[in-house]
């Protein structure tokens, strides 16, 4: 899994789309349809909301970019970034086939992929600077804590590994090293707590496996993959995946025990029909665990909507907020959950994320740039700027905003 691949990648296959989903409940229907009915009345883009015209607010924030260097990269996998904004990790070499990213049976040993870290400088006047490589064919996963990073290694017998390595020395602990099954998709928690999907190598469908406080629990797909496991950042709320047929859902649990996930489960249909592992993967590979500074949001989720086709913000048991029709991706504002930063095709922004009249917002910077949460007071943002085997790292600050006027 990659770390936060830009959504606008796709893959194209040869091969025949997943099996047909079942038939739906007329009830099911009818509750897909007031879902998408209720998303449409808070899509920011919908023409009602211009009827107003002539009425604009505009928020003024000064922004501090510091330059840092480029480091390479894959021109697949966009790097890890550490919480402190001290260091970044990268792939590096030929990037991975989509058998090998998506856990499929035919995954290779990525033994052409490596995995380098780099030390940032403090100034523009110090160019981001090799720490060490690290000694393993793994790939780079989807989250990180203060300790490393996780790394995910497709073995020779078809199984697959999740490990931890090390910001400084780039050495691999290994969390979960069944033979037996491909472990995949894993999320990771700044307690430790790990949760990921798991099939049998010859299986087809992925379980939900939670590792926390000690214990250790299975939720089956039933018929369908749990995939993409991502922690919302507070407590023991998780989200997932589930893709049953053509049928892709994001739900929401607490994923404190089994029987807690059992009372609290709360699915979102996403798309009816059409999905499979290649959408799954590109809804929620943006969505990058990074423990954040103080005053961070609760349960909520930032995802490409693989049917509206643009970034969204899903704060359960509220319906979820499409943000403007060319965003890419999205990070919740630490300082003010209220607000994101979104990174739209040509420019990065910063919105109130429900405002529906598309008035307080404000670009931040040209170009496309992807934001990663940081701790760092100096820095709380880090920048990943896209380019041929490069990526350009650029530090950001947003003082506190001065101005609103409306005219």
Not at 162 to 179: F, N, Q
Not at 242 to 262: C, N, T, Y
Not at 280 to 298: F, H, K
Not at 390 to 398: A, F, K, P, W
């Amino acid at each position: 899994m990659a770390a936060s691949c830009a959504p606008t990648q796709t893959r194209t296959t040869g091969r025949s789309a997943s099996t047909p989903p079942p038939s739906r409940t007329a009830r099911s229907q009818s509750r897909q349809e007031e879902i998408a009915a209720r998303i449409a009345e808070v899509d920011p883009l919908n023409p009602r909301h211009y009827e107003r015209a002539g009425r604009t607010r505009t928020a003024g924030v000064t922004a501090i970019v510091q330059d840092l260097g480029t480091i390479p990269y894959d021109n697949m996998t966009l790097p890890l970034v550490s919480p402190d904004g001290r260091y970044v990790a990268t792939h590096r070499g030929v990037a991975p086939d989509w058998p090998t990213i998506l856990a499929e049976p035919d995954a290779a040993v990525p033994t052409t992929t490596r995995i380098e870290i780099y030390r940032l400088g403090e100034s523009e006047d110090e160019a981001p600077q090799l720490k060490t490589i690290v000694d393993e064919a793994a790939l780079l996963g989807r989250a990180c804590t203060r300790e490393g990073f996780l790394v995910e290694a497709p073995r020779e017998n078809g199984s697959r590994w999740i490990g931890i390595a090390a910001w400084e020395t780039g050495l691999v602990r290994w969390l979960v090293s069944d033979d037996s099954a491909v472990n995949a998709f894993a999320t990771l928690r700044e307690d430790g707590a790990l949760a990921f999907s798991s099939r049998p190598i010859d299986g087809e469908q992925f379980d939900l496996i939670v590792r926390t406080r000690g214990a250790e629990w299975r939720l089956p797909g039933q018929g369908g993959s749990w995939l993409m496991p991502t922690w919302s950042g507070s407590g023991d709320g998780l989200f997932a995946l589930l893709l049953r047929g053509e049928a892709l859902d994001v739900v929401h649990m607490i994923a404190s025990d089994a029987a807690q996930v059992r009372r609290t489960i709360r699915p979102l249909p996403l798309a009816a029909s059409g999905a499979n592992l290649d959408t799954a993967y590109q809804t929620l590979n943006t969505a990058v665990v990074t423990p954040a500074r103080g005053g961070a949001a609760g349960d909520q989720l930032t995802f490409f909507h693989p049917s509206r086709f643009r970034a969204a913000v899903w704060a359960p048991p509220d319906v979820p907020v499409l943000l403007d029709r060319d965003s890419l991706a999205a990070v919740i504002d630490s300082d003010d959950p209220r607000y994101a930063l979104v990174t739209r095709s040509g420019r990065l922004i910063r919105r109130r994320i429900a405002d529906e009249e598309g008035l307080d917002r404000i670009d931040i910077i040209e170009g496309t740039h992807v934001p990663r949460v940081t701790a760092a007071e100096e820095r709380p943002y880090l920048l990943l700027r896209p380019s041929e085997g490069v990526i350009g790292v650029l530090g950001l600050r947003l003082l506190p905003t001065e101005m609103i006027r409306e005219r």
